[in-house]
């Protein structure tokens, strides 16, 4: 596919944990960074965290410390396990490569933290 399928979002109370799945092209997926962005209403959307082909990952400031970033290559999925989460984390999360964008933007998968 072009286009990756987010799935895992829902809602959860503020200290919840939620993990997020991506299904993406092998061919596409098996040769580039993948990252997670996500995107809350009137806002740009921002970079939560991407991993390297090799498994290095990088995180934004927001989320350092209480995401975790991994990939399967042999299933052509990405992962988002989140921890901790606060109100603040409420937004629409995507999945794509990193820096280059060489998917379509799936629907994304809600993620709401709220008491």
Request: with cysteine; charged share 15%; proline share 4%.
């Amino acid at each position: 596919q072009v286009q990756p399928v987010e799935s895992g979002g829902g809602l959860v109370q503020p200290g919840g944990a939620l993990r997020l799945s991506c299904a993406a092209s092998e061919s596409i997926f098996r040769s580039n960074y993948m990252a997670w962005y996500r995107q809350t209403p009137g806002k740009q959307r921002e970079l939560a965290a991407y991993i390297s082909r090799g498994g290095n990952t990088n995180y934004a400031e927001a989320v350092k410390g209480r995401f975790t970033i991994s990939r399967d290559n042999a299933k052509n999925t990405l992962y988002l396990q989140m921890n901790s989460l606060k109100p603040e984390d409420t937004a629409v999360s995507y999945c794509n490569t990193f820096p280059g964008l060489y998917y379509m933007w799936g629907q994304g998968t809600q993620v709401t933290v709220s008491s």
